[in-house]
């Protein structure tokens, strides 16, 4: 594919500005049909066009080959479901920042490099400032909303693991396109139950949506995830919030402050520290995948 020959870094930076700018569309949506509704029509329109793209081969897999991407479907469905319904309970900035404690677990559990740590230590702190949590009082904050959103991120890391061995098992984006019916099939059910407000207008937008932030991000990650350590990936990751705000100043207008600026710098610095060094796979931790 020709995927392949494009470095793994790079892949991982497109899908963050699609998914973003995805979401940036996305809350434009939210307000109409609701959370489940939103992630429901973001999925199933995803999950058409990749299957009807990739037909996926569906035999000659080992059970734990199908055990594999069952639970990356399920962590791919939960993930957009638990998030998007945080985001009833919280302020988007709070949420982000609290579902990224999920994959900067990660990242700092698989750190094997004294810089990888530091990278963490910095991304985390420009993380929190890009969100503005320290502003909001801890009394006002929603409990239901904070459960919601540490499940996102739990279910982001196990996104993160699963897609990387899911990569590793299936050829091309057959895992994929697999897994993402596992996810439609779970949201689903309580998605439809506001179909009847799914106007033209609303699929239209739906669609854009599915494209920007499912078919394209998760398509080049797990490309990305073949050639590249997980720990890298997880610290990658913390561009979203950076370019969520560009997002939004983009497509919502949304003005950024002196922190914000100061937070977005500390995360390009991490991604550029991290980035520095060998974020492609050696054979042997390959081999291993």
């Not at 199933?44 to 055990?67: C, E, H, K, M, N």
């Amino acid at each position: 594919m020709s995927a392949d020959r494009v470095p793994a870094p790079l892949l991982v930076l497109a899908g963050i500005v699609s998914v973003q700018f995805g979401g940036a569309l996305a809350a434009t949506l939210i307000p109409v049909i609701g959370a489940a509704g939103s992630v429901t029509m973001r999925l199933l329109f995803a999950t058409v066009i990749l299957v009807a793209i990739i037909r996926p081969r569906v035999r000659g897999y080992s059970r734990a080959d199908w055990a594999t991407v069952l639970c990356f479907g399920l962590a791919l469905g939960l993930m957009n479901f638990t998030f998007y319904g945080s985001l009833a309970h919280l302020p988007i900035g709070v949420a982000v920042t609290i579902e990224f404690l999920g994959p900067l677990a990660l990242a700092t559990v698989l750190s094997r490099r004294p810089r990888d740590l530091i990278a963490v230590v910095a991304a985390g702190t420009g993380v929190v400032l890009i969100s503005e949590a320290l502003h909001v009082p801890l009394a006002e904050l929603n409990w239901t909303g904070i459960g919601l959103a540490l499940a996102a991120g739990a279910c982001w890391a196990a996104y993160i693991i699963f897609s990387g061995r899911t990569g590793a098992a299936f050829p091309k984006l057959d895992g994929l396109a697999i897994a993402m019916v596992v996810a439609s099939a779970l949201v689903t059910p309580l998605g439809v139950l506001t179909i009847d407000e799914w106007t033209t207008p609303w699929l239209a937008k739906g669609l854009g949506i599915a494209v920007l932030s499912s078919l394209l991000p998760y398509s080049l990650e797990l490309l990305a995830l073949r050639r590249m350590r997980a720990a890298v990936f997880g610290i990658l990751l913390s561009l979203e919030p950076a370019f969520a705000a560009l997002a939004g100043l983009i497509v919502l207008d949304q003005r950024l402050h002196t922190l914000q600026l100061v937070g977005m710098a500390l995360v390009v610095g991490a991604s550029i520290l991290i980035m520095g060094g060998n974020a492609e796979k050696d054979p042997a931790e390959a081999a291993a995948t």
